[in-house]
């Protein structure tokens, strides 16, 4: 079995069906992006007929963050909503519109090591690599970078949930990696 | 894979009645932080309908023990139709939830979590022999350990549920839903 050069994290689910502002859901999802410094892309961007209970749409959006030389982090957001139509809501004497809907999102992150492809050179340097990432770095790739993958992701789950308003919006990891913003 | 074994097997706890969802969740999640887990929310989904929300969270934190054993645990939260009330309280307004509630606790221990023992049969089998024997110790003192903690949450979340219910009962929060 050869010695994986990527590693995926998944996070979580979040589902949620109600009375949302999904232009603002979006603009804060990719504030925090901007916020941690990533790259943001938008892959995937489909928007199907609208049928009677209403429209379809699915986004696929990713972040690049170059941690240094050796370790690269992407982190996934997949949105997936059904049934949306937009409601016209009066808040505090302005109008606002709003989105009734289902969306699911799920959000997940890749760990690249040895991105820049610098050992890719010959056979030789590839064993080295896998040497020094199965072997002696072990440990060092799943505790502190996957955890800081992780424990990223977690945060903008919790980002989320906050904006959503939903019921377990609290976050017991916050400050977990020293460096909310 | 490396080998689950199923030690708690769905531990209910069901209620109806008055809670507060927020202070909930947020004990079952600064429990495993207190207790140097890690965390993770494997669903979260809340639908809004016109008799209240409906919550599905699926949480499966869990404790690298050692570098062989890991407890995992599995806590399902299940609630319906609940609705945001307001009580009062020595004249200050509480927020709280009303409605149906329903967790259900497992607990699982995975030995070899590095899955070095299973790319050859022979390892499979050395793996076997291990755990039944030589690690016999070990195992027991991780069940015993998954056990406690379980044990811990359960009195937890019971008491927690029970401070709104007593409370109720003794005339503390008053029974006059404001909205």
Redesign the interface.
């Given at each position: 079995?050869g010695v994986e050069k990527e590693m995926t994290v998944p996070?979580?689910?979040?589902?949620?069906?109600?009375?949302f502002d999904w232009g603002g859901l979006y603009y804060h999802i990719s504030d925090w992006f901007k916020r941690y410094r990533y790259t943001l892309t938008e892959e995937m961007y489909k928007h199907k007929v609208p049928t009677p209970f209403g429209a379809e749409q699915e986004l696929e959006w990713y972040g690049d963050s170059e941690v240094n030389e050796w370790v690269k982090f992407r982190i996934y957001v997949h949105f997936h909503l059904w049934d949306m139509t937009e409601i016209e809501v009066v808040k505090d004497g302005k109008k606002k519109l709003l989105t009734n809907a289902?969306i699911e999102i799920n959000i997940w992150g890749r760990l690249t090591f040895d991105w820049q492809k610098k050992f890719d050179k010959n056979r030789f340097t590839r064993a080295l690599r896998d040497l020094y990432i199965g072997y002696i770095w072990r440990r060092e790739s799943s505790s502190v970078y996957g955890d800081m993958i992780?424990y990223r992701m977690?945060g903008l789950?919790a980002h989320i949930?906050k904006y959503?308003d939903?019921?377990?919006?609290?976050?017991?990891?916050k400050g977990y990696l020293g460096e909310e913003r | 894979m490396s080998e689950i074994r199923l030690v708690i097997d769905q531990t209910k706890l069901t209620y109806e009645g008055i809670f507060n969802?927020?202070g909930l969740?947020?004990m079952i999640?600064?429990f495993?932080?207190e207790k140097g887990g890690?965390?993770?929310?494997?669903?979260?989904?809340?639908?809004?309908f016109p008799h209240g929300?409906n919550?599905?969270?699926e949480l499966a934190p869990y404790k690298n023990i050692t570098d062989y054993f890991k407890l995992i645990y599995r806590i399902r939260i299940y609630g319906t139709g609940?609705k945001n009330v307001e009580l009062e309280q020595d004249g200050a307004k509480i927020p709280l939830?009303d409605g149906k509630l329903m967790i259900i606790i497992d607990g699982y221990i995975m030995s070899d979590r590095y899955s070095k023992w299973e790319?050859k049969p022979i390892q499979w089998f050395f793996r076997a022999l291990a755990d039944k024997y030589i690690f016999k110790g070990h195992y027991l003192k991780a069940e015993q350990w998954l056990m406690s903690d379980v044990d811990d949450l359960y009195l937890r979340l019971k008491s927690f549920l029970n401070v709104y219910r007593s409370s109720r009962d003794r005339g503390v929060i008053s029974e006059q839903i404001i909205s």
């Open positions: 079995m996070v979580g689910l979040i589902r949620y069906r109600g009375l289902r992780y977690l789950h949930k959503l939903l019921q377990t919006k609290y976050h017991a990891y | 969802l927020k969740y947020e999640t600064q495993f932080y890690d965390y993770e929310e494997k669903l979260n989904t809340e639908q809004i929300r919550i599905k969270i609940i939830n790319h």
